[in-house]
């Protein structure tokens, strides 16, 4: 085991709702009950979890049931998205959402894509914003995990990765959709980083032994290997150091 050059987490980010703005923390164990948008209100969500039941609800090709947080929250986004909405959450003790068994046997997210964490290079970025006209934040991409003091890119041929008292197993590199492609402060969507992104991170480039499907890829997607132990819940911490257990030598035996 190897630490990397350096590399430390820089940046620790939570999504307490989906698809909604991240929130950085500086332990990975913190969460927010506060949601802020512009012209509203502040919205408020207990941390108890709500005893009403919401049938039907479907993220991709799971579906199932989930906790509704109750009126006030369906209000709230309601009057902000202008249509009829629920905020609930996932009913971890009727529901179980496996992730893909050919990546990632045994493991279970929530509300997630496809898996539990992604984690990104603060290099990774900067060498994407050097090819840019106008240089993009990391809030593009999401990522749980944003790490500095790696060289660019590295992260995609990682396996198995230490940070902190955590051991993490990378899955597959992150297929991107048109997500960063919007701009997080405005709601603007535009072609980049997209345009760029294809140019050199897509899968006819990185992946020359397979038929190419158009798609580009930014970030290492992964599971938490202590997670399947019935163990108490360790953190991530910002600043803690990145070891590298193991590693693949080119991108012909990285997964996508």
């Known amino acids: 085991m190897a630490e990397v050059g350096g590399a430390q987490v820089k940046s620790i980010f939570i999504y307490p709702v989906k698809s909604c703005r991240g929130i950085s923390v500086s332990e990975a164990t913190l969460s927010s009950t506060v949601i802020k948008a512009p012209g509203m209100d502040v919205l408020k969500v207990p941390l108890v979890e709500p005893s009403e039941v919401a049938n039907g609800v479907s993220v991709w090709e799971w579906s199932g049931s989930a906790l509704d947080e109750g009126d006030e929250a369906s209000r709230w986004f309601s009057k902000y998205l202008g249509k009829p909405s629920r905020l609930v959450r996932?009913?971890?003790?009727?529901?179980?959402?496996?992730?893909?068994?050919?990546?990632?046997?045994?493991?279970k997210i929530k509300f997630n894509d496809v898996y539990p964490f992604l984690l990104i290079s603060q290099k990774s970025l900067d060498t994407l914003n050097e090819q840019l006209k106008e240089p993009v934040s990391i809030n593009r991409f999401r990522p749980n995990i944003l790490v500095d003091g790696s060289e660019p890119f590295c992260e995609d041929l990682w396996k198995d990765i230490k940070i902190g008292e955590n051991t993490f197993h990378s899955t597959e590199l992150c297929y991107r959709c048109k997500v960063p492609t919007i701009n997080q402060e405005t709601a603007e969507a535009g072609s980049e980083p997209s345009e760029t992104l294809m140019k050199?991170?897509?899968?006819?480039?990185?992946?020359?032994?397979?038929?190419?499907?158009?798609?580009?890829?930014?970030?290492?997607?992964?599971?938490?290997?202590?997670?399947?132990?019935?163990?108490?819940?360790?953190?991530?911490?910002?600043?803690?150091?990145?070891?590298?257990?193991?590693?693949?030598?080119?991108?012909?035996?990285?997964s996508v």
């Open 90 to 107: 996932f009913n971890e003790v009727s529901e179980s959402r496996p992730t893909d068994p050919n990546y990632a046997p045994g493991y």
């Open 200 to 254: 050199f991170r897509s899968d006819k480039i990185l992946k020359t032994n397979k038929k190419p499907q158009g798609r580009i890829y930014f970030g290492q997607n992964l599971v938490c290997v202590d997670s399947l132990a019935q163990e108490k819940r360790k953190t991530i911490k910002v600043g803690d150091p990145v070891y590298v257990i193991k590693m693949v030598s080119s991108y012909i035996d990285v």
